[in-house]
């Protein structure tokens, strides 16, 4: 007689049941990935963003805290703030030595500048507010060259007296961190 043989083959429906199924398991895995990678990328801008921040403001906060006598004039309000800032260094011994901060487009910058006579050839350092010999100016040097303390910005703001309030706008593409201190000047 005959005898019986058994198939062992898929068919077209098993076939394709399995290849749907696959395709649905390799697209959610790939989905579930490429969400992680963009939340991964938006995660790390933001902590660029406030890393960038908190360094300007701890510096700043740091050297103010700090200073001598205050030369810039700043407003009481927000809406008279400036972006630039001059004061005494009071963590070195030398006088007058004056850290100077400022907004540079996108970037917060400091110098340590010194003012001196126009008629002296040695620049031997004055006061910011010394009066000079008649016929000579007030000059500004730069003691210590520029250097980039921050970047990301946008806008930079500085106020106050006493307590001295400072803002920061950073942006990196799409996204955007603002962050303000208030800061007490021992010294002044």
Request: proline share 2%; no cysteine.
């Amino acid at each position: 007689m005959f005898k019986k043989t058994e198939n062992l083959s898929f068919t077209l429906v098993e076939t394709l049941v399995v290849i749907v199924i696959l395709g649905l398991v390799l697209g959610t895995v790939y989905t579930v990935y490429n969400l992680s990678q963009k939340a991964y990328q938006e995660g790390e801008k933001a902590a660029e963003l406030l890393q960038n921040g908190r360094v300007v403001l701890e510096r700043i906060s740091r050297e103010i805290r700090q200073a001598r006598e205050m030369v810039s004039e700043l407003s009481e309000e927000e809406e008279g703030a400036t972006s630039t800032i001059v004061f005494e260094d009071g963590h070195i011994g030398d006088s007058y030595h004056y850290i100077h901060y400022f907004q540079d487009d996108n970037l917060v910058k400091r110098e340590v500048i010194g003012y001196y006579f126009s008629g002296d050839t040695e620049k031997t350092l004055v006061p910011w507010d010394a009066l000079p010999p008649e016929g000579q100016s007030l000059e500004v040097q730069t003691l210590e060259e520029t250097r980039i303390i921050g970047e990301y910005l946008a806008d930079f703001k500085i106020w106050g007296s006493k307590i001295i309030s400072t803002a920061l706008i950073l942006e990196k593409q799409d996204k955007t961190l603002e962050l303000r201190t208030k800061i007490f000047a021992r010294n002044l």
